[in-house]
């Protein structure tokens, strides 16, 4: 969901590159709604915007006034993630946590290309058509001499896109450095295509009159929703295949939620040794009997059990064995 909100981000920068004040709301409505949603993308987000702020310090084109434009966007942010940041912190402070696994797990090229070419979204891709339209871009970008500002946006797309990919060579250090936070490289993909969607948007504008784009951009719009339909559909029909998707229903959904997936260990109350007070061989087996958004009944399957529960400092609790508060 987060990477919906990108958009909002990247308007709310270029209208400020702009000098155009609006931008502070767009940005701050967008760098909110992406803390809301997940916390690891605001860390991807900062450090794109910082690279672009970067690059135009070199190139001495920031001025005070859009540094000023920057902090009070900030400034604006904090309203609507002071519930979700002081909770975060609430628990960290408090509490001796495990932290999410770190690592940088490249896209396999071979495998990626194949899932273009398939129409499928069960590896990290960019799709076909946007990939086709970012390699002709590219080209461009390299062998024009134009100046246009579409470039530098195509660019930054390019070096981003093959950066996720396993044919370049990185540092064996960089899975449990900061960029271990990303965990995925294909996460940066959605930066791949903000920068090409806006990349493309400025070429068309730049030479829609002289190389008449109008009937080009409509027959992309219209085949790259044709497959985003195709592909959803296809997706969400591969019953049973949970690589995919989870299929649940009312018989199977009590039994789907007590599995350890994906993610058991991550943010479990650690010892002093920082190893998880429990594991997954170590955990009784319990029936799950209701699940609501601030409760969970169960129902040892022997007379005397013990029911794996964390209990996080800060946070309140009601303990209930047979309905008898303890």
Not at 73 to 81: A, E, F, K, Y
Not at 144 to 171: E, H, Q
Request: proline share 3%; charged share 15%.
């Amino acid at each position: 969901m987060a990477y919906t909100f990108l958009p909002l981000v990247m308007l709310g920068c270029y209208l400020i590159w702009n000098n155009k004040k609006l931008g502070i709301l767009h940005l701050s409505l967008g760098m909110g709604l992406i803390v809301n949603s997940h916390v690891i993308s605001i860390i991807l987000i900062i450090v794109l915007i910082s690279i672009m702020e970067i690059y135009r310090v070199c190139l001495l084109k920031v001025t005070f006034k859009e540094f000023k434009y920057f902090i009070l966007s900030g400034l604006l942010t904090i309203p609507s993630v002071i519930f979700t940041i002081t909770n975060i912190l609430n628990i960290i402070i408090k509490n001796a946590i495990k932290s999410p696994w770190k690592g940088f797990i490249v896209v396999d090229t071979w495998q990626s290309l194949q899932a273009m070419l398939q129409n499928k979204i069960t590896i990290f891709n960019i799709g076909f058509v946007s990939f086709i339209l970012l390699c002709i871009l590219f080209i461009l970008a390299i062998v024009t001499k134009s100046n246009g500002v579409w470039r530098k946006y195509i660019i930054g797309a390019g070096v981003a896109y093959f950066l996720t990919l396993n044919i370049v060579p990185l540092p064996t250090g960089i899975s449990q450095s900061f960029i271990g936070t990303i965990q995925f490289a294909g996460r940066l993909l959605a930066i791949v295509m903000l920068l090409l969607t806006t990349g493309c948007v400025l070429f068309f504008k730049e030479n829609i009159a002289k190389l008449n784009l109008r009937h080009i951009s409509y027959f992309l719009m219209i085949f790259m929703s044709i497959l985003t339909i195709s592909t959803i559909r296809d997706c969400y029909h591969d019953i049973g295949n949970n690589s995919v998707n989870y299929v649940i229903d009312n018989n199977n959904y009590k039994k789907e939620i007590s599995k350890s997936n994906g993610g058991y260990g991550d943010y479990m109350l650690v010892t002093k040794n920082r190893k998880p007070i429990f594991n997954e061989t170590s955990i009784p087996q319990s029936i799950i009997i209701s699940v609501k958004y601030n409760s969970i009944t169960m129902k040892p399957k022997e007379k005397v059990s013990q029911i794996p529960f964390l209990i996080y400092k800060g946070i309140p609790y009601t303990v209930m064995i047979n309905e008898k508060s303890k």
